[in-house]
């Protein structure tokens, strides 16, 4: 049995690079506390060197040219956690949660998937990598010598079982995390190395130590063992990111929007994942006048003040994050928050990706995430509510309808298999007649009716004038008496000869039809005729 | 052929050999397949739709346009395919439409306001692709607006849909796609039909008796346009007739 370590060294320094990669390489350094009293409490690699330690003052570290000086977020560092618990589960469904910076893997038959022990350390490093986490792998038979190793060692580490405490010998006690008592009586003994302690006999290390000194001298040999704490798999995936300035503009903000997609995207990837949604959260700056923002209390119904809050549910799962980009930039562009923005929280709904097969006799379908931006398009140049599939409500009221989201049907490969029987309907259908189709007159057209004996005879609307030849009806509906919005019409369907155009040279004008059946309404609340629609 | 020419083409035909097999030779254009519409008179006389082209129907308000819209539509959805409708004036009936056999799941329905719109939204549903037929509907748009759209659009359009399954429909009161249309339709209604239903029959002083019901319409269709030797099927003339039923025989007037 084999356990992995995985070990992220400088953490809360690698969590904030993470979320600026900008910063990657450069002089950096991180201060906590409260304001007067700033201190760094990590510094980079190539901040050391130009004389930046930690502890010192955040007043002496800006006296560095070229120092880049940013506070400890602790929001950075709970995402940071989050991916390398997903690197972690990527790989392994036993894990445990040791730390925060630190995690542990059984390795036990993942040998015919991963190959070697060397080869899944690479996957882990390699994985952390795309995740912006540059991490140190060790993979020992017990899971503390993995521990200590990770956290010792640089890079990946395979120790193999029995030679434990020869690997372990070079690290400093400091390593085995003794408590400071024991730390400065170890120094003071003069052991400094892990191989010093093992050389002592355990039994007299028992006497001064206790039974501490019993676990060091363990731990220093690689010869204690426990079981793993198994951490639960969490499935929530979230990237946010505090903005020194806030951000008025789309583009900057998409900028940043790119950055925590491809940040979202990879933690997806990781787990072979997608996002079925995205849900956009940003903290908005105040206004000085406290002013109410009217687009957002239009646009939205749950709209909190100083809050912008968007979700973009996707048709099939997916983690391109330069397609979810696009979106999400439409989006905001269709309804853009209504101040700077201070702080940008990005969450997906994980859900597995959508496996299809294609054939060579299934009809060709748009491609979902290419529809979904095509969608977003021309919403973007109709308006939202005016782009989907039709969807018929179970009521008598005219023109009745709703809009819904569209997307490609997911039966419709499995229809296709049917398509033998359809095309039999078809035929049968073709057989008959066709059926006459209706022109709907949004919103209905006032109308001038002249009526004998209760029926119509001549009509005006629109312009045209025509006498009627044909009629049926009436044809009286009502309902909804019970709601705010109740309707009682009497429908006549009409056909009408209309009199001649004054100007039938004129090719600007509107061409005016010769006749026509057209269905006109009385309504009975509102005491008008009005055109409902025309057969065409 | 002079040995001077003989010579020329061997040298540009050898020149040409890694990027085109025979330079010389005249390519004819693959033959297009053509889908049904869902009316025969409609098929025959125009050997259906053809794909990857650019389809006008035109004619008058009542002329029956929508109606050989809706059954394209219906034939299209029936066969699992995925459709998309852009209305220039928002005039799409979605009963109607289902009632003649449109699978409404299948059509993404784009509601505009102007002409302007639809061509945009049109534009980009063309480049999305996949979609089995793209209807433009500019029915009720004024003829002088639909005019100005500029010809290259159309021409876009064609090319946009050239050698992809997509078939193309516009719906105009007046053809203005020109030759950039493989195949064009003009439709005007004829007689219309009315049917009076029984126990009504008697003497009445209303000038229309009550109890009438449309029972359906000659609609006469004419070829105005059409490649059809690129078609794969044979077409009998350039003039037909067909019969729309009333909404009544699906359950619209009289069995409410």
Not at chain 1, 107 to 116: C, H, P, R, V
Not at chain 1, 311 to 316: D, H, I, N, S, Y
Not at chain 1, 332 to 344: C, D, F, S, T, Y
Not at chain 1, 498 to 509: K, L, Q
């Amino acid at each position: 049995m084999a356990f992995a370590s995985i070990f992220v060294p400088n953490f809360p320094l690698q969590a904030v690079v993470r979320s600026e990669p900008a910063l990657r390489g450069r002089p950096l350094a991180l201060i906590a506390g409260n304001p007067p009293l700033c201190s760094v409490i990590a510094v980079s690699e190539k901040t050391a060197h130009i004389g930046v330690g930690i502890g010192m003052t955040k007043t002496d570290a800006e006296q560095f040219a070229g120092l880049e000086i940013r506070p400890r977020s602790p929001a950075q560092e709970k995402t940071a956690h989050a991916v390398l618990l997903d690197v972690g589960w990527s790989v392994s469904p036993r894990m445990e949660d040791t730390a925060p910076d630190t995690i542990v893997l059984d390795l036990s038959g993942l040998e015919s998937l991963f190959g070697s022990e060397n080869d899944i350390g690479a996957r882990l490093v390699e994985r952390s990598s795309a995740c912006g986490l540059a991490v140190n792998v060790a993979i020992a038979s017990n899971i503390d010598t993995a521990l200590i190793a990770a956290r010792g060692f640089d890079g990946i580490s395979v120790i193999p079982s029995g030679e434990e405490s020869q690997y372990l010998g070079c690290l400093p006690v400091r390593a085995l995390s003794p408590s400071d008592e024991t730390s400065e009586t170890l120094n003071r003994w003069g052991v400094a190395t892990c191989a010093d302690l093992t050389r002592l006999p355990v039994l007299d290390l028992s006497e001064r130590l206790g039974q501490e000194g019993v676990r060091l001298h363990e731990l220093a040999r690689g010869a204690l063992s426990r079981s793993l704490v198994i951490a639960e798999p969490v499935h929530s995936f979230e990237e946010e990111m505090e903005l020194e300035d806030a951000v008025e503009e789309l583009d900057p903000l998409s900028f940043l929007l790119g950055r925590l997609l491809d940040q979202l995207c990879a933690r997806l990837a990781a787990r072979s994942l997608g996002a079925a949604a995205i849900r956009v959260r940003c903290e908005l700056q105040p206004s000085p006048e406290k002013a109410v923002d009217i687009r957002a209390s239009v646009f939205s119904e749950k709209e909190r003040p100083g809050l912008y809050e968007r979700e973009m549910q996707l048709p099939v799962p997916a983690r391109d994050s330069k397609m979810l980009l696009k979106l999400l930039r439409l989006r905001l562009q269709l309804n853009p928050p209504g101040a700077p923005i201070q702080k940008i929280a990005l969450a997906a709904e994980a859900a597995r990706p959508r496996a299809a097969q294609g054939g060579f006799f299934v009809p060709a379908f748009p491609d979902p995430e290419k529809l979904e931006i095509t969608i977003a398009r021309i919403a973007h140049v109709v308006g939202e509510g005016n782009v989907g599939s039709p969807s018929l409500m179970d009521t008598y009221r005219p023109d009745s309808f709703q809009m819904r989201r569209f997307s490609t049907p997911q039966e419709a490969v499995e229809t296709t298999s049917r398509r033998s029987s359809a095309r039999s309907a078809g035929k049968q259908r073709a057989d008959s007649k066709a059926l006459t189709s209706f022109r709907v007159f949004r919103p209905a057209v006032p109308a001038q009716l002249e009526l004998r004996a209760g029926c119509p005879t001549r009509v005006a609307f629109q312009g045209l004038r025509g006498e009627v030849t044909a009629a049926s009806g009436p044809w009286r509906t009502s309902g909804d008496w019970w709601r705010e919005d109740p309707w009682q019409q009497d429908e006549w369907d009409l056909e009408i000869q209309f009199h001649a155009s004054p100007e039938p040279h004129d090719r600007s004008a509107k061409a005016s039809p010769k006749s026509g059946i057209y269905r006109f309404y009385y309504d009975s609340l509102r005491r008008g005729w009005f055109v409902r629609g025309a057969y065409d | 052929m002079s040995s001077k020419t003989s010579a020329l083409r061997l040298q540009v035909e050898s020149s040409l050999a890694a990027r085109v097999a025979s330079p010389f030779q005249y390519r004819g254009r693959p033959a297009v397949e053509a889908v049904p519409t869902g009316v025969p008179p409609v098929d025959l006389l125009t050997g259906g739709l053809p794909r990857g082209s650019l389809t006008e129907i035109y004619g008058p308000p009542c002329s029956g346009r929508t109606s050989l819209l809706i059954s394209a539509l219906a034939s299209r959805t029936a066969a699992a395919e995925v459709c998309a409708l852009v209305d220039a004036r928002d005039a799409f009936d979605p009963r109607s439409a289902e009632a003649a056999g449109v699978k409404l799941e299948q059509l993404l329905w784009v509601r505009c306001r102007n002409v302007d719109q639809a061509i945009r939204s049109t534009d980009l549903l063309i480049q999305g692709g996949g979609f089995g037929l793209i209807a433009l509907d500019l029915g009720d748009a004024p003829p002088n607006l639909v005019r100005y759209v500029p010809l290259q659009v159309w021409f876009r359009f064609r090319r946009a849909v050239e050698h992809t399954p997509t078939i193309f429909l516009v719906l105009e009161q007046e053809s203005n796609a020109k030759t950039c249309a493989s195949l064009v339709l003009g439709l005007h209604a004829q007689e219309t039909q009315w049917l009076r239903t029984a126990g009504n029959a008697g003497e009445s002083s209303a000038p229309h008796p009550p109890g009438h019901l449309l029972d359906g319409w000659e609609i006469h269709a004419e070829t105005i346009r059409s490649h059809c030797a690129r078609l794969e099927c044979d077409v009998a003339d350039s003039k037909g007739a067909f019969w729309l039923s009333g909404m009544w025989n699906w359950g619209g007037r009289g069995q409410r």
